[in-house]
């Protein structure tokens, strides 16, 4: 049977007790400071951020939110409990919607581009890295945000295509095959002529080594002869005072002649511009003009 305890032996296990509640509430505390202080941390981070950052919840409602996003976005006072959704220009905010009530149903790491609203009313592309924060179960608590100002980039890539709509159709419109090559020595563009000549789509050109248009024996020689010529790029024209030939994808040669010419592109990028002319006619045409001539003369020998 249990005995009863003395009054000695009950103060000393509450005075343990006591002692078990201090450590614990010192331990509390300590961690609570190193939250305080890691929560410091985050915050001047993100203050020193050139970058937008904020933290939200399924619901878009922000739970922090850096200066430079209140900043770029104007929000009055207190952005948390705003909601980023709010932020959005009407025209696509519901395709932006669908995308994020899917993310929030299978939380990952995205990165996604979008366009937003921001201080001034004026409405500019954000490119966003989408980061989920997990709890120790594994469940969504909430999504961490970085976002960059991305409208350049875009109307430079919108720019770029509309240039490169108006060379092509410019390019289009030569006689030759034409090709703008980049110094690793692949293609990166090819007009219609090219394709027709050579016998490739557009999308099998671009990245094509532009030795794979050539015969074996030429291919390995052009490898040194290109290098070389981007150490002193110059105008030249080949296959005129000589006969060479380029190569179709279905292995048929035919003699060419190739013009050269060195340009830098807007962005500082060297690239080769190189025009191929089928001449097999040119020469056939020669040919049977030499073979004309011969015969002239045998005639007028015989007549003498």
Known sequence: MKQNRTKAEVLIELQQANQRI???ESAARREHQKLVQTQA???????????????????TSLT?????????????????????LNYLPDDGRASTTA???????????????????????SIREYQWIETPILDEAGSLLEFQSIGMDVTERKNAEKLLGENETRLRGFLDATPDAMFIINPTG?????????????????????GLPVESLLPGELRRRHVANR???????????????????????????????????????????????????????RIRSETLIAAQRDLAKLASAQVA
């Not at 951020?49 to 619901?59: A, E, K, M, V």
């Not at 929030?104 to 996604?112: G, K, Q």
């Open 22 to 24: 201090a450590e614990l």
């Open 41 to 59: 941390q985050y915050h001047a981070l993100a203050a020193a951020l050139d970058l937008s950052l904020c933290r939200w919840l399924p619901d």
């Open 64 to 84: 922090f939110a850096n200066e430079k996003y209140s900043e770029i976005f104007g929000i009055q006072g207190e952005a948390v409990g705003q909601k980023w």
């Open 99 to 121: 995308f994020y009530l899917e993310l929030a149903d299978n939380p990952r790491t995205v990165t996604y581009e979008h366009p937003v609203t921001i201080r001034d009313g």
């Open 186 to 206: 692949q293609i990166i563009f090819a007009n219609v002529k090219a394709e027709a000549m050579f016998g490739f789509s557009y999308s099998e050109l671009q």
């Open 227 to 281: 290098l070389r010529y981007l150490d002193n790029p110059r105008d030249i024209t080949a296959g005129i005072d000589r006969e060479i030939h380029a190569r179709r994808k279905d292995g048929h040669e035919f003699p060419a002649e190739i013009s050269l010419s060195h340009h830098t592109m807007a962005g500082g990028a060297a690239v080769v511009l190189c025009a191929i002319r089928d001449v097999t006619e």
